[in-house]
């Protein structure tokens, strides 16, 4: 029974890390694609058709450029930095209910590496730290934009992470878990978290949401590697294949955040039919679209204005939400 | 290219933005906050590149496989004209062009051929130092050398030169009434002869 477990769970850890290393690379593909046709461009075109083989293209171009280890970095945390941010990435994922379970051959599969029991707080708390790849690689880098990229990242990270976790207190409240496979299955017979308690589930998923920009840093709250005013950022210096683990590991966030708010707030797979499961999809898809549609339609926002939106107007806001949540539920 | 030749800028439906003041006090700024919020203007760019993918109006010009249409006085690489009526070679051999080339990129050497007439020998334009003014096109008295539509004359030296059986129209597309004229800089413009005054010869 125990090798069979653990066979399973290694089979389980390779299938993620397979699926989502090839959608990291696809979603940029789509990301430039969808980016082109809202801006009344082409985008790729050229390698394969419509373009489809630039991520072959762009993986070999990554595997093979020269790894560059700039004089006066620091070398050992410089080498290390990527690997944290595309290894906690990927981590985070080990707690995320990924489809209903399902029979296969008769044997029942739990489409979840660990259905461990504090599995939301895992989650953000790996993908917490993830912030050290930018930190780190920015402070080693030698280099001016790094060193403010990573201020930044320090600046945001301690801003946003305040709204993540209270935002979702109040759902957790309701649910009285943390695992993810429970907040579906409360789902199921309390309907979706989103509409429960007048409304505070809406405010908590409206909070969470824009606090997951800030997570992964997309566009609205692109300040840690902001191309137009600190050119990469903590990735400045990088070339070839860690360079392109900060890239693996920022689209896999995305995926697995979009994994994460459906299952928080939407109800999840539902009651784990296959129906369910396209549902699952459908949301994880549509969630990921709107990452890359904000980014084509919405200007980015200064260090500042973050800071203050978090603070001053997303924070308030979260405990007020907090507080109506458990007067509501007393 | 219609909507490019109107120059008439005034009644284009601008107008002035409608930009109100900044709030000064802490309550203005707290009604702004409040009104850009729940005004929805996020959602409205939303909607305005949602839109543009939706219509799928894509203005991308894949351009080695597709060119953009360029303007008959547009001023590329040069061409020698030849005339409609007996296909001979325009050129005279005056020289002008290689005269009033500012950029000093003309050359050419002329000889009297055997029915006495003035004919060009040899003749080159070095594209590497050409500036494209148009000045050899303008001058030219019988609208000989002109400047073509071609714009690829990317070469592996600065020196680039072509000569005179380069730029001269071939025989086939005289035979087919391709040759093309140039509208631009020196050419005849269109409805000439009715500004043609006649000589006063009173006086």
Known sequence: MEVAYLIETIIKVVVVLTIFSALAGIGTYFERKILAFMQRRLGPMNVGPYGLLQVAADGIKLFTKEDIIPTNVVANVFKIAPVITASTAFMAAAAIPFLPSFDIFGYTVHPIIADINVGILYILGIMGVGLYGPLLGGMASANKFSLLSA????????????????????????????????????????????????????????????????????????????????????????????????????????????????????????????????????????????????????PDVRPDQLMWLCWKVLMPIAVVNILIAAIIMI | MEAFNNRNVDNNGYFMVDIEDYPTDGWGKFKRVVRRSFKGELFVGLWVVMREMLKGNIHTIQYPMEKMPIGPRYRAVHEMKRLWESEAERCIGCGLCEKICISNCIQMDTKIDENSRKEVSAYTINLGRCIFCGYCAEVCPELAITHGGEYENGSEQREHYIDYAGMLTPLEMMTQGKQREFEGFGAITPHEDAGVKKTPLSY
């Open chain 1, 151 to 298: 201020a930044r990242g320090a600046a945001v990270f301690i801003s946003y992470e305040v709204v993540t976790g209270l935002s979702i207190l109040a759902p957790i409240m309701m649910v009285g878990s943390l695992s993810l496979i429970d907040f579906n299955n409360y789902q199921i017979e309390n309907g979706w978290i989103v509409f429960n308690l007048y409304g505070v589930g809406f405010v908590a998923f409206i909070l969470f949401w824009i606090a997951a920009f800030a997570e992964t840093g997309r566009t609205p709250f692109h300040l840690i590697a902001n191309d137009h005013e600190i050119i990469d950022g903590f990735g400045t210096e990088y070339s070839g294949m860690r360079w392109g683990l900060f890239f693996i590991g920022e689209y896999a966030n995305m995926f697995f955040i979009s994994f994460v708010i459906p299952l928080l707030f939407l109800g999840g797979y539902g009651d784990g039919s296959f129906l369910g499961a396209l549902g699952l999809l459908a949301k994880v898809a549509f969630f990921f679209f709107f990452f890359l549609w904000t980014r084509a339609a919405w």
